[in-house]
């Protein structure tokens, strides 16, 4: 939705269609007002990964009557305060983040600024122990949309992904699984030989019930989760 309103936006500013104007600033005020709906709490719009686009398009220009100072001021100190747990790993999410760091959105490509100074993201330091063997966690990976149910306990290096986690038990328990390369990074396609149909989805879920907010290639499960692969319609 911010991404439509962002090229709303763009188009209104080039002025390429001067008979749609009317119709694009209304689309325009119609997302922005949509997405401040979707505010929680903490700051965020949605989820903390759909953030940065949707605070890049409330930066781009003031809606009339509604007042968008305090929305943006939360949501930049929740964004902030996501930055140090290392929430942000992921290139394509950092290339949305980056700019709204620094004030700006991607309609600011229309007539860039190259010379000023910008902020960038440090990597996360992480000094691995010398003397001290890597701790080894459990993770179950259960998959229920096969039969007979895949259901095994995989043990990997504290701070693995899910991806190693896939890995290890292809190479020791028997799992299969394929993925596309995206630019989100690997999209998981196919578990067990069975490969997602059209509008079905291999979804990542965290025992019970809560979905993953990354991928396979960025989150990292923790000792004693079990992480459940299901097949669902979108
Ligand atoms: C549409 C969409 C989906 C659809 C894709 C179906 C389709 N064919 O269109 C469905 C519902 C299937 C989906 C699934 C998932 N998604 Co999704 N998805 C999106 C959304 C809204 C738009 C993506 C898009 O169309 N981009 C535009 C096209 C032109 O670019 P593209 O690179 O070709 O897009 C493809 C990839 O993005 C891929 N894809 C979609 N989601 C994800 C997630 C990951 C981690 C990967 C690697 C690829 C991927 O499907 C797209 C279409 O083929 C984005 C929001 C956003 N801001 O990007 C979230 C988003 C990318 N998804 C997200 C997540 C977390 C997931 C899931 C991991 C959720 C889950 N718990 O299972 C799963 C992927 C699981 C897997 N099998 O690997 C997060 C990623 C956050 C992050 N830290 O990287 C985003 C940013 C949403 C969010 N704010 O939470 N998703």
């Given at each position: 939705m911010a991404m439509a309103g962002l090229a709303f936006t763009c188009l209104e500013r080039t002025d390429l269609n001067p008979n749609l104007r009317l119709r694009i600033t209304r689309a325009i005020k119609t997302v922005k007002e949509n997405i401040l709906k979707a505010q929680t709490p903490e700051g965020s719009f949605g989820n903390i990964y759909s953030t940065p686009l949707a605070l890049q398009l409330l930066m781009t220009s003031p809606i009339p009557g509604v007042g968008l100072g305090t929305a943006c001021f939360n949501t930049r100190a929740a964004l902030l305060a996501s930055l140090p747990n290392g929430a942000f790993q992921n290139a394509l999410m950092i290339s949305q983040l980056l700019p709204v760091l620094n004030h700006k959105s991607y309609v600011d490509l229309i007539s860039p600024d190259c010379l000023t100074p910008r902020v960038m993201l440090e990597p996360a330091m992480v000094t691995p122990s010398q003397t001290e063997a890597p701790e080894v966690i459990q993770v179950t990976l259960t998959v229920p949309s096969v039969?007979?149910?895949?259901?095994?306990?995989?043990?990997?290096?504290?701070?693995?992904?899910?991806?190693?986690?896939?890995?290890?038990?292809?190479?020791?328990?028997?799992?299969?699984?394929?993925?596309?390369?995206?630019?989100?990074?690997?999209?998981?396609?196919?578990?067990?030989?069975?490969?997602?149909?059209?509008?079905?989805?291999?979804?990542?879920?965290?025992?019970?019930?809560?979905?993953?907010?990354?991928?396979i290639a960025d989150y990292r499960p923790q000792n004693g989760e079990t992480i459940e692969l299901r097949l669902v319609a979108w």
């Amino acid at each position: 939705m911010a991404m439509a309103g962002l090229a709303f936006t763009c188009l209104e500013r080039t002025d390429l269609n001067p008979n749609l104007r009317l119709r694009i600033t209304r689309a325009i005020k119609t997302v922005k007002e949509n997405i401040l709906k979707a505010q929680t709490p903490e700051g965020s719009f949605g989820n903390i990964y759909s953030t940065p686009l949707a605070l890049q398009l409330l930066m781009t220009s003031p809606i009339p009557g509604v007042g968008l100072g305090t929305a943006c001021f939360n949501t930049r100190a929740a964004l902030l305060a996501s930055l140090p747990n290392g929430a942000f790993q992921n290139a394509l999410m950092i290339s949305q983040l980056l700019p709204v760091l620094n004030h700006k959105s991607y309609v600011d490509l229309i007539s860039p600024d190259c010379l000023t100074p910008r902020v960038m993201l440090e990597p996360a330091m992480v000094t691995p122990s010398q003397t001290e063997a890597p701790e080894v966690i459990q993770v179950t990976l259960t998959v229920p949309s096969v039969l007979p149910r895949y259901t095994h306990s995989i043990h990997v290096p504290a701070g693995s992904s899910l991806e190693d986690v896939l890995k290890k038990a292809k190479e020791l328990r028997g799992f299969t699984y394929g993925t596309q390369a995206t630019l989100s990074g690997p999209y998981l396609t196919s578990v067990m030989g069975k490969v997602v149909g059209e509008r079905e989805f291999w979804q990542l879920i965290r025992a019970p019930d809560t979905p993953l907010l990354q991928g396979i290639a960025d989150y990292r499960p923790q000792n004693g989760e079990t992480i459940e692969l299901r097949l669902v319609a979108w």
